[in-house]
């Protein structure tokens, strides 16, 4: 039976592959990726890594690679249509049978393809023509450099009814083509086909592979839409699309931040700003738009008008996001100022400005606090605050994920008596949250649940790197031959920042590769992969400075036992923080003032923390040094 290519396509951007090869495989995550022992040959240490981004998984031991249905033909011995068929019903899709008519139009999409490169191709040089002189101004006014323009593929289409349609026609196009691709129109009254796009500046969408299968045009003149999109042909699903997503995939998956603006101009504002980023097409995030970005990070940032418009559009992805939650994936919410976009901010405050917006992004549990906030306030009566409560608890209720729902509900009752419940004269803040004085908005605030004032054009200052996990990843940089013995130690560290998961997967990889390794081949793999920068970072440290058992000339005995101690603290930390969250949940279960004394006692356990490690007080004396500071 011969499946269409564009079937197995859609059920491979719908599946998690993670979620298929975890029935089999105990993965940990790593950074962007997953890690295991491999299914496929005996091993200790786990060289066999997922990444669900890219949708294939791959063993530095043995070699295997394959995508998901690869995994289900070697893993359960099925064959491809049987692997196929597994893989669909996973996503809730039924393979098509196979017919003439289903090849004929796998034969037509790809001509399609071709249709909609050669449109594109003619819509960049009308804008570089004469014609395409006031889209230019355009673009100049935007301040949008040639480099932009050529690397989005912006084009121009002419204000006239059959340009398109002449041009396309002379290559031997045929018009059916052109209809079926959406560049044309054809009335319903008989008479002939024109142009869908006529005196708009054009941006190419293509899909995950950076082929062309629709187009958005913006008008430049007076037109009844200014925005008008392709409209869904066999090539083009807005519901399943997301434009820039072909050029987005990598850097989101390099730096584990994507941005989601609101339509093109904002996608490239946010690119020209150094971010990954893509946009929905014309319509509120779908669900399939949330797996895709989902795919890619954790959590992808929605940047909206900090307008009554966009903070209904942040409401509305916010519910449509609640039933598909799931641990680790979540969404977060960057509120520009009222009336902008993100292309008025970088033009008009500058690239910082507009990041330290993104920075400020809420979570969605306070983008959903803030909406009930504002549906309930005043919060002046007993029978609102309870309103309240219900519409919170409501909200949470849609969450299908049982872990991620318990969570939420002992988040919010946590909030709830710390910020409404909690009896007068109990200290502590006061009630009703930010912008409230006894549970009433203040007047004047334009938007009540919008964020606190951001002076954006302030310095953006790094997040912190804590001392103990660089130490957790500096000493085996310094050190390779520990990495062997502590190999799964290192694999079980969950860091707090992205550039150190990133350095310790890198090096458990490199690690994992090669059966000898020196300070000066891990530094050199470590460049390869371009994290020269980092390495470089951490060896000129303080903590490297601080801590002599993390030094190239200590021992190794020393070295382990200085990582050892580091590690130990930081697992312990991780204990607290399993007992802070035992205590949120029997928190919910029952609210009582003994569970409630018991979180109490948890947060302030973990607050006094286990120290860190900048110090240089580790009691253990080092091989032919004095013992204690150095």
Same mark, same amino acid.
């Given at each position: 039976?011969?499946?269409?290519?564009?079937?197995?396509?859609?059920?491979?951007?719908?599946?998690?592959?993670? @979620?298929?090869?975890?029935?089999?495989?105990?993965?940990?995550?790593?950074?962007?990726?997953?890690?295991g022992l491999c299914p496929f040959h005996n091993e200790k240490t786990p060289s066999f890594t997922v990444n669900d981004s890219k949708a294939f998984y791959h063993c530095f031991g043995c070699g295997a690679h394959g995508n998901v249905f690869d995994f289900l033909i070697e893993n359960e011995g099925l064959s491809f249509p049987e692997a196929v068929e597994r893989a669909a019903a996973m996503v809730g899709m039924e393979v098509p049978k196979s017919s003439p008519e289903q090849m004929a139009r796998e034969q037509a999409g790809r001509s399609l393809i071709e249709v909609m490169e050669t449109a594109a191709a003619w819509f960049e040089a009308q804008l570089a023509a004469t014609g395409g002189r006031e889209a230019r101004a355009y673009l100049d006014r935007r301040g949008l450099e040639a480099e932009t323009i050529g690397a989005f593929r912006l084009g121009y289409a002419p204000n006239g009814r059959d340009h398109l349609k002449e041009a396309m026609l002379a290559r031997g196009i045929a018009e059916d083509k052109l209809i079926e691709a959406g560049l044309l129109i054809r009335p319903?009254?008989?008479?002939?086909?024109?142009?869908?796009?006529?005196?708009?500046?054009?941006?190419?969408?293509?899909?995950?592979?950076?082929?062309?299968?629709?187009?958005?045009?913006?008008?430049?003149?007076?037109?009844?839409?200014?925005?008008?999109?392709?409209?869904?042909?066999?090539?083009?699903?807005?519901?399943?699309?997301?434009?820039?997503?072909?050029?987005?995939?990598?850097?989101?998956? @390099?730096?584990?931040?994507?941005?989601?603006?609101e339509g093109y101009m904002d996608v490239i504002a946010l690119v020209r700003a150094g971010h990954a980023a893509v946009a929905p097409l014309g319509t509120?995030?779908?669900? @399939?738009?949330?797996?895709?970005?989902?795919?890619?990070?954790?959590?992808?940032?929605?940047?909206?008008?900090? @307008?009554?418009?966009?903070?209904?559009?942040?409401?509305r992805a916010a519910l449509r996001a609640l039933p598909l939650l799931r641990p680790g994936h979540s969404l977060r919410f960057?509120?520009?100022?009222?009336?902008?976009?993100?292309?008025?901010?970088?033009?008009?405050?500058?690239?910082?400005?507009?990041?330290?917006?993104?920075?400020?992004?809420?979570?969605?549990?306070?983008?959903?606090?803030?909406?009930?906030?504002?549906?309930?306030?005043?919060?002046?009566?007993?029978?609102?605050k309870a309103g309240f409560e219900q519409a919170l608890m409501d909200d949470i209720g849609q969450i299908a994920d049982t872990t991620v729902r318990d969570y939420y509900r002992s988040h919010f009752r946590e909030r709830l008596w710390r910020e409404i419940r909690r009896p007068p004269g109990s200290g502590g803040r006061s009630r009703g949250g930010r912008g409230q004085r006894n549970g009433t908005w203040r007047r004047g605030d334009e938007n009540p649940y919008a964020p606190a004032p951001l002076k954006v054009n302030a310095p953006v200052k790094p997040p912190r790197r804590l001392a103990r996990e660089e130490l957790l990843v500096l000493v085996p940089l310094n050190h390779p031959a520990m990495i062997e013995q502590r190999f799964e130690e290192m694999a079980q560290i969950e860091f707090a920042t992205a550039e150190l998961d990133k350095m310790c997967s890198a090096i458990l990889e490199i690690a994992a590769r090669?059966?000898?390794?020196?300070?000066?081949?891990?530094?050199?793999h470590l460049a390869e992969v371009g994290l020269k920068h980092l390495v470089d970072r951490l060896t000129g440290s303080e903590t490297a400075?601080?801590?002599?058992?993390?030094?190239?000339?200590?021992?190794?005995?020393?070295?382990?036992?200085?990582?050892?101690?580091?590690?130990?603290?930081?697992?312990?930390?991780?204990?607290?923080?399993?007992?802070?969250?035992?205590a949120e949940r029997a928190l919910a279960e029952n609210n009582c003032q003994e569970n409630f004394e018991r979180l109490l006692a948890a947060k302030a356990q973990l607050e006094m923390g286990p120290g860190t490690e900048a110090e240089g007080d580790f009691s253990f004396t080092p091989s032919g040094r004095r013992a204690g500071k150095e």
């Amino acid at each position: 039976m011969a499946i269409p290519s564009s079937f197995l396509e859609e059920v491979k951007n719908r599946i998690v592959l993670s @979620d298929v090869v975890g029935r089999a495989v105990r993965l940990t995550r790593r950074g962007h990726e997953h890690t295991g022992l491999c299914p496929f040959h005996n091993e200790k240490t786990p060289s066999f890594t997922v990444n669900d981004s890219k949708a294939f998984y791959h063993c530095f031991g043995c070699g295997a690679h394959g995508n998901v249905f690869d995994f289900l033909i070697e893993n359960e011995g099925l064959s491809f249509p049987e692997a196929v068929e597994r893989a669909a019903a996973m996503v809730g899709m039924e393979v098509p049978k196979s017919s003439p008519e289903q090849m004929a139009r796998e034969q037509a999409g790809r001509s399609l393809i071709e249709v909609m490169e050669t449109a594109a191709a003619w819509f960049e040089a009308q804008l570089a023509a004469t014609g395409g002189r006031e889209a230019r101004a355009y673009l100049d006014r935007r301040g949008l450099e040639a480099e932009t323009i050529g690397a989005f593929r912006l084009g121009y289409a002419p204000n006239g009814r059959d340009h398109l349609k002449e041009a396309m026609l002379a290559r031997g196009i045929a018009e059916d083509k052109l209809i079926e691709a959406g560049l044309l129109i054809r009335p319903d009254d008989g008479s002939p086909s024109y142009d869908r796009f006529r005196h708009r500046l054009m941006f190419p969408i293509a899909d995950n592979r950076g082929r062309v299968i629709a187009f958005g045009g913006r008008a430049l003149g007076e037109a009844r839409a200014k925005y008008l999109n392709s409209p869904e042909t066999p090539l083009f699903h807005k519901g399943r699309t997301l434009y820039n997503i072909h050029r987005a995939r990598k850097p989101a998956l @390099d730096s584990r931040r994507l941005m989601v603006g609101e339509g093109y101009m904002d996608v490239i504002a946010l690119v020209r700003a150094g971010h990954a980023a893509v946009a929905p097409l014309g319509t509120a995030l779908t669900e @399939d738009q949330l797996q895709l970005l989902w795919k890619m990070v954790p959590e992808p940032t929605l940047c909206l008008d900090g @307008d009554s418009a966009g903070w209904r559009a942040a409401g509305r992805a916010a519910l449509r996001a609640l039933p598909l939650l799931r641990p680790g994936h979540s969404l977060r919410f960057a509120i520009l100022p009222p009336g902008m976009d993100p292309d008025d901010v970088l033009r008009e405050q500058g690239r910082e400005a507009l990041n330290a917006l993104l920075d400020a992004a809420l979570p969605l549990t306070e983008l959903l606090w803030r909406r009930q906030i504002e549906a309930w306030q005043p919060l002046d009566t007993p029978e609102r605050k309870a309103g309240f409560e219900q519409a919170l608890m409501d909200d949470i209720g849609q969450i299908a994920d049982t872990t991620v729902r318990d969570y939420y509900r002992s988040h919010f009752r946590e909030r709830l008596w710390r910020e409404i419940r909690r009896p007068p004269g109990s200290g502590g803040r006061s009630r009703g949250g930010r912008g409230q004085r006894n549970g009433t908005w203040r007047r004047g605030d334009e938007n009540p649940y919008a964020p606190a004032p951001l002076k954006v054009n302030a310095p953006v200052k790094p997040p912190r790197r804590l001392a103990r996990e660089e130490l957790l990843v500096l000493v085996p940089l310094n050190h390779p031959a520990m990495i062997e013995q502590r190999f799964e130690e290192m694999a079980q560290i969950e860091f707090a920042t992205a550039e150190l998961d990133k350095m310790c997967s890198a090096i458990l990889e490199i690690a994992a590769r090669c059966e000898t390794l020196d300070r000066t081949g891990l530094q050199r793999h470590l460049a390869e992969v371009g994290l020269k920068h980092l390495v470089d970072r951490l060896t000129g440290s303080e903590t490297a400075k601080l801590n002599w058992f993390a030094q190239p000339d200590a021992e190794l005995s020393d070295a382990m036992r200085g990582w050892d101690h580091a590690w130990a603290r930081h697992m312990r930390e991780v204990v607290l923080r399993a007992e802070l969250r035992a205590a949120e949940r029997a928190l919910a279960e029952n609210n009582c003032q003994e569970n409630f004394e018991r979180l109490l006692a948890a947060k302030a356990q973990l607050e006094m923390g286990p120290g860190t490690e900048a110090e240089g007080d580790f009691s253990f004396t080092p091989s032919g040094r004095r013992a204690g500071k150095e």
